[in-house]
Nanobody, 124 residues
């Protein structure tokens, strides 16, 4: 059974940085693309960033482009999201997700497995 566990969230001030990590178990991690999504209170879950199975291709939402970097270590079954210059509007629960295929998508239904989420709160 595939399990994804996120960590690294917290309460920070605007302009600070955070690094989120996700450890996967129970599946062939290296065969699948991975993504990060977020969900703020009262809003739908939205795409943040994704990375292909090899790490050779990445994609970012316009709202985080230039401030976030997604990376993966297939030897350690981990995917990370480095977030810099955080803004109050980045406040949300951040979810790690495993794609249904080796290539990433931008939609929630393109991901088969999800972590429990980690809270990121950015104060102004």
């Amino acid at each position: 059974q595939v399990r994804l566990v996120e960590s690294g969230g917290g309460l920070v001030q605007a302009g600070d940085s955070l690094r989120l990590s996700c450890v996967a178990s129970g599946g062939a991690f290296r065969h699948y693309a991975m993504g990060w999504f977020r969900q703020a209170p009262g809003k739908e879950r939205e795409f943040v960033a994704a990375i292909s199975w090899s790490g050779g291709n990445t994609y970012y939402a316009d709202s985080v482009k230039g401030r976030c970097t997604i990376s993966r270590d297939n030897a350690k079954n981990t995917v990370s999201l480095q977030m810099n210059s955080l803004k109050p509007e980045d406040t949300a629960v951040y979810y790690c997700a495993r794609s249904r295929t080796a290539y990433y998508g931008l939609k929630v239904d393109q991901y088969a497995y999800w972590g429990q989420g980690t809270q990121v709160t950015v104060s102004s």
